[in-house]
Nanobody, 123 residues
Framework: QVQLVESGGGLVQAGGSLRLSCAAS????????MGWFRQAPGKEREFVAA????????YYTDSVKGRFTISRDNTKSTVYLQMNSLTPEDTAVYYC????????????????WGQGIQVTVSS
């Protein structure tokens, strides 16, 4: 079955950096759009970043543009999220997701989801 396993989360001070990884198995990774979403306590899950499979186009929510970078390594079936200049507002559980379609790449209706990983940014 399909598995998405996130790693790299943790506690970091404001201004610091973290790199999230998501290792995929059980799917043809190179044929899937990959996204990162996050959910803070009491808030809805929100789009963070995504990368298309057809041409590698990347998409970001406005609040992370210039700070976060999404990338993928199809040889390792892994997607990454490099997060720099973190702020306490970035504190959330971060989810990796995979989707066959790129039409709704910013929406949390992906085919497959990871379990999520906590990112906490202290002030």
């Amino acid at each position: 079955q399909v598995q998405l396993v996130e790693s790299g989360g943790g506690l970091v001070q404001a201004g610091g950096s973290l790199r999230l990884s998501c290792a995929a198995s059980g799917l043809t990774f190179r044929r899937f759009a990959m996204g990162w979403f996050r959910q803070a306590p009491g808030k809805e899950r929100e789009f963070v970043a995504a990368i298309a499979w057809k041409d590698g186009s990347t998409y970001y929510t406005d609040s992370v543009k210039g700070r976060f970078t999404i990338s993928r390594d199809n040889t390792k079936s892994t997607v990454y999220l490099q997060m720099n200049s973190l702020t306490p507002e970035d504190t959330a559980v971060y989810y990796c997701a995979a989707d066959r379609s790129e039409a709704t790449i910013r929406h949390p209706i992906y085919d497959y989801w990871g379990q999520g990983i906590q990112v906490t940014v202290s002030s």
